[in-house]
Every structure is written in structure tokens, then in C-alpha cells.
């Protein structure tokens, strides 16, 4: 397929007809997927270059909504990216992208083979202009002190111009390089008749350097008295260097998103019916290929392994940061690294198809989405910078008959302070982190929105059956005829068990390797019956005589047994009855962890399931669950679920995403847990997707985390805003420490967001 690139800023043009290239169907797929049941509706992603800030974002929303055929436009200024879902009998991908042009952006397909150079080039080019700034103001800082420091009549007027010369052509490449992106940001509002946050920032800028420029031109005159590079270099320096540190978080951001939407190789090799390898193209492969994945390699599809054995890195896809082994007969999954071995694969799913196609997808889904503090945020920023105008308009006009030069100066601290940079910031800056930490830990985010709900949850319901169990049985209590002892019936039956993949047959050899009595006994010529048993010759070791028996249930095995409650296996031979195992679901290693963590919250925690009563009540004992109600429809669960929220409990749902449909839809916040989960239809808020509960907890606690940051980030933007608002009008903050203001609100709320990325702390049982 050939990679379309669009038009970056500082690059050529692109012409219209290598635009055209995307409406191609056979493109689409590159960067966009079918989006409901319509074929003629399409969900496309893109990365949008040259917006700064919240209202670039609405500008954009609102550019997109306005061409027909676009139904649904949503713009993210933290991740810089944008879904976009259109009608193809409407309007064509050119149509839209050139929308997002004419306002003023440059878009590109989201896994563009360039946009990774795209950002290293944009990271390089903030670099020199930041470096600029700073040997420029070192220099023209250097220039100024004389003034500063000297008493009347140490300095002669033509030295003092002299100094103020150079200092003018030492600010030429700030305003010339430096100051560039500022500048075209907000000639490009100008032509749009908009505002965006760059728009003060240029202005002051340019009045700054306007009245500095006259004073140096003409001593003499209303503006002479004082020039101004030294402020307005150094605040230029510290703008650039909270630009430069935002992007390069944001990077840190998208880059970890990139880095799993480019796990997949672009080539492997193919077998082909002669039995040789050819490489090609991922894309060309099919269900039932079979392919070698040499090591170092990613596996480009989901499948089986034929030959070869190996360990895979699955930390992105599953969150277990050990590698897996896994060898001929076990599943791999796309995007996993291949580390120790070459190995052989059949092809089973590929593309959308994949897990990882659909990771891919909910993590995108995940960065785009806003939370409602963020869209509130969003929808003030416009009406605040407006605000800003007029009040830096009314401060120029209230000090002007006292001395012009300084009420312009007082102008530009005003302009310059009340940025709301951080406001904007503060919630998805925050929540983006978050999902950034849960996703390494094998937690995707649906919808951001989810953590502001889920910190508030006080009641957590859990389903039984592959959630807090596993798919494996565990054996729980053994009876065996008189003169059998346990772990004679427990060999016997672990020779029998090793020739089937039954659940109940992989417990009892597990049992028996504890026991160490399996290598003991040797059972040949098995034969499985379906859902019944086993049956076949056993032995105790070489030249021993061998006993038919028979494993399974009662039935197949001829023989009755006392009625038990719990599920288990039979053992019998030519005189009868030998051995009963009673087995239970295995429950899984960190439930008691996780559970022991939710209560050390002050969480509530219940436990719904379809299985009997009995079932439910031992689990719960085992577990130390209070409330449990077993034999429950998914209607059941739904009821109590809608009686806890009456009652104003916050609620949320933990199921498997199999039968939890209805239940996990309503709840305030879900969660679905397992490896068969299928992801693109879960209903769930967040998709575990490894084997353990402990993320479940960890997801708790960062949710809590994230609106304490987000709540601290709203708290600093309105206190910053309060309290340098008001010395700005009143003329005591100069502008270089309005710009250093500015750049420093940003930041504080950047990283003081950064904080939640780090990776969540194990829980311990207590």
C-alpha cells in the first residue's frame, strides 16, 4: 500500500492529487475502519499539526461538523489527534482533510510510516528555536545590565544607544526564528476570524518588541525612556521552554501509543506449497498461512504454533511483564515479541481481527475521548480569552495618560499571564497519564470519562465463573475404597488424565505431579469418550500386569456414588467403585489480595453468579466475601444492581463480559476481565486483559489519584489566574516574569499530571 503523507508545516505542499489518493477504498483501511452497521459509514483517525491548545480544538470540531457527510468530529489538544466518523455516499476522506487545511491544520493518517520523523523533526525545530532564544537573551541580558546598574552620568548617551542597538539586532532571530510559531498561529486566527491562546501571546510579543524598536530608533520620543529586549527575550525563552517540555510529554504520550500500533512487522516470511519461505507484506496475510517468526520479531497475526519452541513478550497486549513460554499447540498473539527462538505459526485471525487490532482501536478511542471537566474547560477558554483582550485593552487605556511605554508594557503582562494554557490542561493531561499507566499494566480505558465516575465508587459487584475463578479446577477432597490409599487412586487416575485437555482432567494431573505418583503408573491405548470419561489399561511401571479402569463421571464409570454438591470424578475398575475426587474451581492467585485492598478502601464488596447457591456461598467463604446470592439471571444482577444505586450506593461491575452484558452497561463503572473477552463488543469501561484481579484494585486507586490531580490542577490554574491577573493590571509584574508565569503554570500542571504514569504499586494481602 502506498503511505500518503500531507502537507506538515515547513514542508512542500502537497499537491490535491496526491490527497486524492485517500479517497481510494483500498486506502481506507490504513486509517480508518467501518464504523456501525452501515458499510457506508467510516471512522478515520488522524494526527493534527499546528494546534497549541483547547481552542484549536473546538476550531477544529467545528470545521469538520460544518462538511456534509461528517456526522461526528472529536478533537483532542493533549493528544493532538482526532476521530472523525463520515459518510463515504457523502463525502470523500480529501473533502474533510482539506476542511482541517482550510482551517488553518495540517492532518496526517494516524499510523502514517512518518509521523514518528514528523514529531523527532518538530521536537528538533522547538529545540533550536528554545536554544536561540536562550544565547540571545543571555547576550541581550548581558547588554542591559549597564543600564541597570549604572548611576546618572557613569554612561554616555551614545553608549547607552549603542547598547541599545546591539540588543536590537541580538532580538532579530528571537522574533525571526524563535518566535515563529506564535506569529503563524495567530496570523492564522487573524485570517480565520478567531481566537486562539497564541493570539495574546503574539500580540504582547509584538508590542514589545514595537515599542522597544521606536525607543531605540528615537531616544528622544514618548517610548525612549526605556526598551524592553531583555524582558521580552527572556519571557520568549521561558514560553518556549514550557512548549518544549509540554511536547516533549505529549510525545512521551502518543509515543507509547505508537509504539503499539507499530508492533506489528511490515514483512515475514510466508511458506510457500513447495516448502520454501518468501517474504511479503503483512497485509497479504490469510487464515491458515503459516509463517516463520524469527527471533526479535513481532508474530504479525494471531495464530497457533506448529514448530518451535520459544518465549514472547506480551507485556503491551496482556500487562505480565515476564515473558510467556510457548511452544507447538499453545496461541500467540499479534504484536507479542518473539525472543528466544525461531519458530513456525498458523495463521488463524489477522487485521481487524486481531486482539491487538482491537487494543489498538479502544486505546485510540481512549485518547480522543473528553471528560466532562475537560469539555467544560474547553467551552471557557474561547469567552476567557476574549476576557483577556478586553482587560489588557483596558489596562493599556488606564495607565496611557500617565506614560504610554509602560501602560503598553502593563498591556503585555496582562496578555501574557492570563494564557489558560493550564487550565486547559488540567483534566486531560491528568487522565491521559493515567490511561497511559493502566494501559502498561494490561488495563485499557474505554472512556476517560469512566475514571472521574469510578473514583467515587464505594460498591464493587463481582460475577463468580471467570472472574474471581479461573477456567482451571483445582482438587478439593478425595475418597477412596478401603485398601486404596490417596495417592495410589491419585496415580491411577493422573495416567488415565494425561491423555485428555479436559479441565477436570488437567487438575487431576496436577494433583498427581504433586503427589509424585504419576510417573509411577502408565496408562497405554486410552480411549476418550466425549463428555463422559476415559478408559484404558493402567499399569504400576514396566512388566507390571495391567488393570482396566475407567475415569469420569459415575455413569461411565458403572458405579453410584453418595449424592455431592460439588462437581467431581469417578474412579472404578473390574470389581467396582475406587476412588471419588471432588473438584472446585480454581480461584484465582490474587483474588485475596485484591479483595483484602478494596476493603482496606472502605469499598463494599458483593458477589453475584448464575451458579447454585452452595456453589456461591463455599466460594465466598473461601474468598472472605460477606454478601454473595448465588443461582442469579443476568436480569437478577441487573435488579440488584438498580436497588444498590436507589439506595445512592456508587456501584461498579467486575464480569467476564460474557453474560455480564446488561449488568456491566448499567453499572457506574465496569470492568471486564479475561482473555476470551471480546473486545470490540465488551460493554465494559475498562478491559483487563490479563489473568489477574489485582488491576482491578490498582484502577481504584488510580482513579481516586487522578481527580485528586485533576482537582489540584484546576485549584493551582484558578489560584495562578487570581492572584497575577490582578498585579498585572495593577503594573507590578513585568513581562518577563508574566511570560516565566505562564510557562510555569503549564508546566506545574504537566507535571504534577506525569506523576500518575508511574506504574502502580503491588498490592500486598494482608
Request: net charge positive; glycine share 8%.
Amino acid at each position: 500500500m502506498q503511505s500518503v503523507s500531507l502537507p506538515i508545516p515547513g514542508a512542500t505542499a502537497v499537491p490535491c492529487e496526491s490527497l486524492r489518493l485517500l479517497d481510494d477504498p483500498q486506502e481506507w483501511s490504513s486509517f480508518s475502519r467501518p464504523a456501525g452497521s452501515g458499510a457506508a459509514s467510516w471512522e478515520s483517525s488522524v494526527i493534527i499539526e499546528g494546534m497549541h491548545c483547547a481552542a484549536c480544538a473546538l476550531t477544529l470540531e467545528r470545521a469538520l461538523l460544518a462538511v456534509p457527510g461528517v456526522a461526528s468530529a472529536q478533537v483532542s489538544a493533549a493528544s493532538h489527534r482526532a476521530r472523525v466518523i463520515w459518510s463515504a455516499e457523502r463525502v470523500q476522506p480529501s473533502g474533510w482533510i482539506q476542511a482541517i487545511k482550510k482551517a488553518g491544520y495540517q492532518a496526517l493518517p494516524a499510523n502514517d510510516a512518518f509521523a514518528s520523523e514528523r514529531r523527532r523533526r518538530e521536537s528538533r525545530q522547538a529545540l533550536w528555536r528554545w536554544l536561540v532564544a536562550g544565547l540571545c537573551m543571555m547576550q541581550v541580558m548581558m547588554y542591559a545590565l549597564p543600564a541597570y546598574v549604572a548611576r546618572p552620568g557613569d554612561m554616555t548617551p551614545d553608549a547607552a544607544g549603542l547598547l541599545r542597538w546591539a540588543s536590537w539586532v541580538l532580538t532579530l532571530p528571537v522574533m525571526l526564528f524563535s518566535c515563529g510559531p506564535f506569529f503563524a498561529s495567530a496570523l492564522r486566527d487573524v485570517l480565520h476570524r478567531r481566537i486562539s491562546m497564541d493570539l495574546p501571546v503574539a500580540l504582547g510579543i509584538a508590542v514589545t518588541f514595537a515599542v522597544s524598536s521606536m525607543g531605540t530608533f528615537d531616544a528622544a520620543g514618548i517610548f525612549g525612556r526605556e526598551v524592553y529586549f531583555d524582558s521580552l527575550t527572556m519571557f520568549v525563552f521561558f514560553l518556549l521552554t514550557g512548549r518544549w517540555l509540554e511536547l516533549r510529554l505529549r510525545d512521551r504520550t502518543a509515543g507509547a501509543l505508537e509504539a503499539l500500533m507499530n508492533r506489528l512487522p511490515d514483512s515475514v516470511q510466508r511458506r510457500c506449497p513447495d516448502g520454501r519461505f518468501e517474504r511479503v507484506a503483512v497485509r497479504r496475510l490469510i487464515a491458515g498461512d503459516v509463517v516463520r517468526v524469527l527471533p526479535g520479531e513481532s508474530f504479525p497475526a494471531d495464530g497457533v504454533l506448529t514448530q518451535g519452541q520459544t518465549l514472547a513478550d506480551e507485556a503491551l497486549l496482556t500487562g505480565e511483564s515476564r515473558p510467556v513460554p510457548r511452544c507447538a499447540g499453545e496461541r500467540v498473539m499479534a504484536g507479542s515479541h518473539n525472543l528466544s527462538a525461531a519458530v513456525q505459526m498458523r495463521v488463524e485471525h489477522t487485521g481487524e481481527g486481531t486482539r491487538f487490532a482491537q487494543i489498538v482501536a479502544l486505546m485510540q478511542s481512549a485518547s480522543l475521548d473528553k471528560p466532562a471537566l475537560a469539555r467544560l474547560a474547553d467551552r471557557i477558554a474561547r469567552p476567557f480569552l476574549v476576557a483577556v483582550l478586553l482587560a489588557a485593552a483596558g489596562a493599556c487605556l488606564f495607565w496611557w495618560p500617565r506614560d504610554p511605554g509602560h501602560a503598553l508594557m502593563v498591556a503585555v503582562a496582562v496578555l501574557i499571564v492570563t494564557c489558560p494554557c493550564a487550565l486547559s490542561l488540567a483534566t486531560p493531561a491528568a487522565m491521559l497519564a493515567a490511561a497511559g499507566a493502566l494501559a502498561r499494566r494490561g488495563v485499557l480505558v474505554r472512556r476517560l470519562q469512566a475514571l472521574e465516575t469510578l473514583a467515587g465508587i464505594d460498591t464493587v459487584v463481582f460475577d463468580k465463573t471467570g472472574t474471581l475463578t479461573s477456567d482451571a479446577m483445582v482438587l478439593c477432597a478425595t475418597r477412596t475404597r478401603d485398601g486404596v490409599s490417596e495417592a495410589w487412586a491419585l496415580g491411577m487416575a493422573g495416567a488415565l488424565a494425561q491423555h485428555s485437555l479436559h479441565p477436570v482432567s488437567r487438575a487431576l494431573v496436577a494433583a498427581g505431579l504433586a503427589h509424585a505418583q504419576i510417573g509411577e503408573w502408565v496408562a497405554d491405548s486410552v480411549d476418550e469418550v466425549a463428555g463422559r470419561g476415559l478408559s484404558g489399561p493402567v499399569r504400576r511401571g514396566a512388566g507390571a500386569a495391567a488393570a482396566w479402569l475407567r475415569l469420569g463421571s459415575a455413569s461411565f464409570c458403572g458405579v453410584q456414588v453418595p449424592a455431592v454438591q460439588a462437581l467431581h470424578a469417578c474412579l472404578s475398575d473390574g470389581l467396582g467403585w475406587l476412588a471419588t475426587f471432588e473438584l472446585t474451581e480454581a480461584v484465582r492467585p490474587d483474588a485475596q489480595a485484591m479483595l483484602q485492598a478494596l476493603r482496606a478502601d472502605g469499598i463494599d464488596v458483593c458477589l453475584l453468579s448464575g451458579d447454585t447457591p452452595l456453589a456461591v456461598a463455599r466460594l465466598a467463604a473461601r474468598v472472605g466475601i460477606e454478601q454473595a446470592r448465588g443461582g442469579c439471571s443476568p436480569s437478577d444482577k441487573l435488579a440488584f444492581l438498580r436497588e444498590a444505586q436507589q439506595r445512592g450506593r456508587k456501584v461498579a461491575m467486575v464480569g467476564d463480559g460474557l453474560n455480564d452484558g446488561p449488568v456491566l452497561a448499567g453499572a457506574h463503572a465496569s470492568f471486564a476481565v479475561g482473555q476470551a473477552v471480546p473486545l470490540a463488543q465488551a460493554q465494559a469501561d475498562f478491559v483487563v486483559m490479563g489473568d489477574r484481579l489485582e488491576p482491578v484494585a490498582q484502577t481504584l486507586r488510580l482513579a481516586r489519584r487522578t481527580m485528586r490531580v485533576v482537582r489540584q490542577n484546576l485549584a493551582w490554574a484558578a489560584i495562578y489566574n487570581a492572584v497575577c491577573i490582578p498585579l498585572a493590571v495593577l503594573g507590578w509584574l513585568p513581562a518577563w516574569l508574566a511570560g516565566l508565569g505562564m510557562a510555569l503554570s503549564s508546566l506545574i500542571v504537566v507535571l504534577n499530571a506525569l506523576r500518575l504514569s508511574s506504574d502502580p504499586k503491588p498490592l500486598k494481602a494482608s
